[in-house]
Nanobody
């Protein structure tokens, strides 16, 4: 059983920065991509970013491209999401997830383990 625990969420002003972390209970370097999703109240869960098992390949939603950066440290079993210049519309619960495959994917069905989520609130 894989457990994922997110941390680093909180209240941030628009234009500031925040770094989310996702710690896995097992090694994350065994050919699994990792992803970040978010869900705002009343909306469906949406893709934010993903990174392949080696960290070389990354993918971003258009809405966060150029502002957010995903990275991973397989030695620490941890994935990060650096959020720069966040906007009020980035307010959501952020979830990390382990992919079923080694390549980056954007749909929730391509991820099999999920964290409990961490709230990010961006004030204007």
């Amino acid at each position: 059983q894989v457990q994922l625990v997110e941390s680093g969420g909180g209240l941030v002003q628009a234009g500031g920065s925040l770094r989310l972390s996702c710690a896995a209970s097992v090694r994350t370097d065994r050919s699994y991509a990792m992803g970040w999703f978010r869900q705002a109240p009343g909306k469906e869960r949406e893709f934010v970013s993903a990174i392949n098992w080696s960290g070389i390949r990354t993918l971003y939603a258009e809405s966060v491209k150029g502002r957010f950066t995903i990275s991973r440290d397989n030695a620490k079993n941890t994935v990060y999401l650096q959020m720069n210049s966040p906007r009020p519309e980035d307010t959501a619960v952020y979830y990390c997830a382990r992919g079923r495959y080694s390549t980056v994917k954007i749909t929730t069905e391509d991820y099999d383990y999920w964290g409990q989520g961490t709230q990010v609130t961006v004030s204007s």
